[in-house]
């Protein structure tokens, strides 16, 4: 009965599967037929913007890269596309790339003609990004580490196994010539 039951779960979910996945492109063609049919504003820097930001809400970090790199091209000290760049970096789990930006945000920020309120935003979201960004740089870093310890031991395994396995032929060896002699 209880096989039966996890059947049915298996069953209904990989019936279920392909449902969601469709869903989801929908929802992305969705998301550029709208960007499609909108009216995009004329100015480079505004497009890429708003084209970034419905990206960014599609959850398709690739493709904010894009716009941002698009943007930037224009205005390289464009704030909410600097920003929305170590966001997405940060999403993708790029540690360096995060730090990159987020330190950029910082710099561009620092030469911005903004209001103290604003510039206080702005430099509180980037200090928040380079800590984010240091502590992907931290856990990729024990991720290294912990891979070569994983290699190292899986190498150490395989030669003592090899070295037992060459030990147990030799005396096996051994006991044959010994039983002919």
């Not at 992305?28 to 499609?36: C, G, P, T, V």
């Not at 970096?89 to 103290?116: I, M, N």
């Not at 604003?118 to 990004?129: F, I, K, Q, T, V």
Request: net charge negative.
């Amino acid at each position: 009965m209880q096989a039966c039951k996890y059947a049915l779960i298996l069953t209904l979910c990989c019936v279920l599967a392909p449902e969601v996945e469709c869903r989801s492109q929908a929802g992305d063609e969705r998301m550029i037929d709208q960007l499609r049919t909108a009216s995009l504003p004329q100015d480079p820097v505004d497009r890429a913007n708003q084209r970034s930001q419905v990206f960014f809400k599609a959850r398709d970090f690739r493709r904010v890269l894009i716009e941002t790199d698009t943007g930037l091209a224009h205005d390289p000290h464009a704030l909410e596309l600097i920003w929305r760049s170590a966001s997405s970096e940060l999403w993708l789990g790029d540690g360096e790339r995060a730090l990159y930006w987020a330190k950029r945000l910082v710099a561009s920020v620092e030469h911005a003609e903004l209001d103290d309120e604003a510039r206080s935003s702005w430099l509180g979201a980037a200090e928040d990004y380079e800590a984010q960004a240091e502590e992907l740089l931290k856990l990729e870093a024990m991720g290294r580490e912990s891979l070569s310890r994983a290699r190292l031991t899986v190498g150490l395994v395989a030669l003592l196994a090899t070295g037992l396995i060459a030990l147990l032929i030799s005396r096996r060896g051994e006991k044959s010539a010994l039983g002919s002699t």
